[in-house]
């Protein structure tokens, strides 16, 4: 069920409605009392006993406590292809997504630094403007199964780049992302590998490899 998060093509192996729910906690302790928590929850079915996909819906948000908030909520399909069929091996996913974040006006919005110096009563004209965005973004993906137990995939999360940027004089695209990956089951282990492409903020493509391993 994870799969809405990665790869929408991987609900097509879902078999029986799952659900997901989750709540971390990052760094606690901190010397403000601030906390920085996610928040997740997922649930997916098939559709006609999977003869017409499996759907899945999910909820996600990031949150400082009272100061900054981000909220992802989307709804995925995936597809395989029924058996004795030109395009038995692929499965087909996509994912719609609605993003939001916002931030609450401290006291520091009415009573801003100036020249990195002092607080002078003046308002800050940024933190001050409009203090929430919305936009629409979508995932696609595909599973290719090149034997029983190898399984290619590949997926483009954000691909509108939606712009999420607070004033309409600047712009803060999403990164568009691309995962490239190949499993290997065998009958007591999965092995995993993926290549991670996303270009950063300044402009250069940035690449990771991870492989992992999973006992059954």
Excluded: C
Aim: glycine letters at 10%; zero cysteines.
């Amino acid at each position: 069920i994870s799969s809405v998060y990665y790869n929408p093509a991987g609900l097509s192996n879902l078999e029986r409605p799952k659900m997901l729910a989750s709540h971390s906690l990052f760094y606690t302790g901190l010397s403000d009392g601030s906390n920085l928590g996610l928040s997740a929850v997922a649930l997916a079915m098939p559709i006609a006993s999977g003869r017409r996909g499996i759907l899945g819906v999910a909820w996600q948000q990031f949150s400082l406590s009272g100061v900054y908030y981000e909220q992802t909520g989307q709804v995925s399909w995936g597809y395989r292809f029924p058996k004795n069929t030109k395009y038995e091996k692929f499965s087909i996913g996509g994912t719609a997504k609605y993003l939001n974040h916002g931030f609450t006006r401290l006291d520091e919005t009415y009573n801003s630094v100036q020249d990195d110096l002092m607080q002078n009563n003046v308002t800050d004209p940024v933190l001050a403007g409009l203090n929430s965005k919305s936009a629409i973004d979508a995932d696609v993906g595909v599973l290719y199964r090149l034997t029983r137990r190898w399984t290619l995939g590949a997926a483009i999360l954000n691909a509108m780049q939606a712009d999420v940027a607070f004033s309409t004089a600047d712009q803060d695209k999403v990164p568009m992302k691309t995962r490239l990956g190949a499993s290997y089951k065998s009958l007591w282990m999965v092995l995993a590998g993926e290549a991670r492409l996303q270009k950063g903020p300044d402009g250069k493509m940035d690449k990771q490899v991870i492989f992992a391993a999973e006992k059954t």
